[in-house]
């Protein structure tokens, strides 16, 4: 089975969304209860919630990363592999 990742950019920055739920999972007598929507986050190991249509997005900031070259063989002689 093939997991596809869904990645956003918001405020010049990447998403990584991992859940979507729609806001009414998440409303107590027509009010938005935020309590649960930090308490799921948190539950989820996610740093930043969006709010897209009514719908709330779990997510994760993707950092820049560097990108570093490997020597396979240098690897092998220090026993690193």
Known sequence: ME???KFLEHNDKIYWVK???PSSY???EGNTEMEWVK???DYLVCDHVLMV???F???NEVSETSME???EE???ENNEV
Request: charge should be negative; charged fraction near 45%.
């Open 26 to 28: 998440f409303e107590d």
């Open 74 to 76: 240098e690897n092998i």
């Open 53 to 55: 249509s009514e719908v």
């Open 69 to 71: 070259e490997v020597n």
């Open 39 to 41: 308490e799921y986050r």
């Open 19 to 21: 859940k979507e739920i």
């Open 57 to 59: 997005l779990f997510c």
């Open 3 to 5: 997991m596809k990742r």
